[in-house]
């Protein structure tokens, strides 16, 4: 049986890495082989490229090679780890995907969605996921949250950005889960942590439901 791809999607400051290791620690306790992986990252390869990306000190980097880069990481992830792991009916458990670069770069950078669509297409395979929880909160929420959590000093280069860059962010978040709401569940992420887990929960556990009968 192929396997289930679940992401985790939202602004810096969503709280959305906290809910994976909650889902993980849940999904190890019902006895569900699985692994969990994130993005930029997730193999020796494109961990690399993920510091080049993240580095503060890399800030004449060009919107297109951002764009590149993040699909060069995403491409050797997919065929490394996420597809060999779905075909051995695992599921997979992943901290951002395509809808992050499409939040990120086609909409904050202002890049557009066809040519980030266009790249990922390629580098994925067309792989898509299952299901996407998109954890929703404000700019201004996640900032703070960030601020808090690690100090301005030590934001990477995306999270320095100013809060327009943050706002168009959510705005391509809002888009993408208004056009594709069948695979995408969104969550108000300003509400406290086990509410959020709770949400999650009460979906995931239907989506296994339903997976393990088909």
Same mark, same amino acid.
């Given at each position: 049986?192929?396997?289930l791809f679940i992401t985790l999607e939202g602004?810096?400051? %969503?709280?959305?890495?906290?809910?994976?290791?909650k889902i993980a620690e849940y999904l190890t306790?019902?006895?569900?082989?699985?692994?969990?992986?994130?993005?930029?990252?997730?193999?020796?390869? %494109?961990?690399?490229?993920?510091?080049?990306? +993240?580095?503060?000190?890399?800030?004449?980097?060009?919107?297109?090679?951002?764009? !590149?880069?993040?699909?060069? &990481?995403?491409?050797?992830?997919?065929?490394?780890?996420?597809?060999?792991?779905?075909? &051995?009916?695992? /599921? /997979?458990?992943?901290?951002?995907?395509?809808?992050? %670069?499409?939040?990120?770069?086609?909409?904050? +950078?202002?890049?557009?969605?066809?040519? /980030?669509?266009? @790249?990922?297409?390629?580098?994925?395979?067309?792989?898509?996921?299952?299901?996407?929880?998109?954890?929703?909160? %404000?700019?201004?929420?996640?900032?703070?949250?960030?601020? @808090?959590?690690?100090?301005?000093?030590? +934001?990477?280069?995306?999270?320095?950005?100013? !809060? &327009?860059?943050?706002?168009?962010?959510?705005?391509?978040?809002?888009?993408?889960?208004?056009?594709?709401?069948?695979r995408i569940h969104r969550i108000n992420g300003?509400?406290?942590?086990?509410?959020?887990?709770?949400?999650? @929960?009460?979906?995931?556990?239907?989506? +296994?439901?339903?997976?393990?009968?088909?």
């Amino acid at each position: 049986m192929k396997g289930l791809f679940i992401t985790l999607e939202g602004p810096d400051g %969503s709280g959305k890495t906290t809910q994976v290791a909650k889902i993980a620690e849940y999904l190890t306790q019902q006895k569900i082989d699985f692994i969990q992986t994130r993005e930029p990252g997730g193999t020796r390869i %494109s961990d690399k490229i993920r510091s080049l990306i +993240l580095d503060p000190e890399h800030n004449e980097m060009h919107d297109l090679t951002e764009v !590149l880069l993040y699909a060069a &990481s995403r491409a050797q992830h997919v065929h490394e780890k996420i597809i060999p792991a779905l075909e &051995s009916g695992k /599921v /997979v458990l992943c901290d951002r995907f395509v809808d992050a %670069s499409l939040a990120y770069q086609g909409f904050g +950078l202002g890049v557009g969605e066809g040519p /980030v669509l266009q @790249v990922n297409q390629i580098a994925t395979s067309g792989l898509v996921p299952d299901r996407s929880y998109f954890i929703d909160v %404000s700019p201004e929420v996640g900032r703070k949250r960030m601020t @808090v959590r690690y100090g301005t000093e030590n +934001l990477d280069r995306i999270e320095q950005k100013d !809060l &327009s860059y943050h706002e168009r962010v959510r705005e391509g978040f809002q888009h993408i889960f208004n056009n594709q709401e069948k695979r995408i569940h969104r969550i108000n992420g300003e509400q406290d942590p086990e509410t959020v887990f709770a949400e999650i @929960v009460e979906d995931l556990d239907k989506l +296994l439901s339903n997976h393990k009968e088909n």
